[in-house]
């Protein structure tokens, strides 16, 4: 079946350096990832999505990128702050589908 | 900015007990869903609804599961009879139709905190 693999599942970083999340999908029909920041409490909150017609894509201080040939996708977060820290969440869909399949996540420390 | 909601914020149960769970989608948003989470681990497909009926669920969403949209702007997820593992938050969320007739980006609530004692 469909399946998100995440990585790493902690990430600790100091405040001002770079953090990076991957994850690999197996599904090859899916062109929708979004990246979703959950907070202690709270439902998952979109950040930033890629589709598979583009092979990057940045917002301030967030990017994705996207390798389909590898069914790879990663998310870069440059000058972290500790309000950065949360879970993570990559995923995967098809458009025109229903299911999002979540990785595991990864919880982010930004160390002040 | 519109924003999914979720009531209660917390249900305790008794196991064996039915639940509902109710959920106010964004008011333009088309295409409803139900995810669950048990602590620490991911966030899990159960069901997606569109034009009053289940376009898709996963093998989670047995029978003890039911969806409903009992009016233009509810949508609610009953469990007939909790089980122990069914203690877990509950997010709902919605997505709007894009031209063509799919979806994508979906939208969640705050989720509700389901305890089975």
């Known amino acids: 079946g469909e399946n998100v693999e995440q990585h790493p599942s902690t990430l600790s970083v100091q405040e001002g350096d770079s953090a990076v999340i991957k994850c690999t999908y197996s599904?090859?029909?899916?062109?929708?990832f979004p990246w979703y920041k959950q907070e202690l409490g709270k439902g998952p909150q979109l950040i930033i999505d890629?589709?598979?017609?583009?092979g990057e894509k940045k917002d301030q201080r967030i990017a994705v990128t996207l390798n389909k040939t590898a069914k790879h996708f990663s998310l870069h977060i440059t000058e972290t702050q500790p309000e950065d820290s949360a879970v993570y969440f990559c995923?995967?869909?098809?458009?025109?589908?229903?299911?999002?399949?979540f990785g595991a996540g990864t919880r982010l420390f930004v160390k002040a | 900015e519109p924003e999914v909601t979720q009531t209660p914020s917390h249900q305790v149960t008794q196991m064996g007990q039915e639940v509902i769970l109710r959920c106010v989608p964004i008011s333009n948003h088309l295409y409803f869903y139900w995810y669950r989470q048990i602590l620490g681990q991911k966030v899990e497909f159960l069901v997606s609804f569109y034009n009053n009926e289940i376009s898709e669920k996963s093998e989670i969403f047995d029978d003890q599961f039911s969806v409903e949209r009992p009016d233009g702007s509810n949508f609610t997820l009953k469990i007939r009879s909790t089980k122990l593992e069914d203690s877990a938050m509950y997010f709902c969320a919605s997505s709007r139709r894009l031209a063509g007739g799919s979806t994508d980006t979906q939208y969640f609530g705050p989720g509700t905190r389901l305890t089975v004692l």
């Open positions: 995923a995967a869909s098809v458009t025109g589908g229903f299911k999002t399949i």
């Open positions: 599904d090859s029909a899916s062109n929708y």
């Open positions: 890629i589709r598979s017609n583009v």
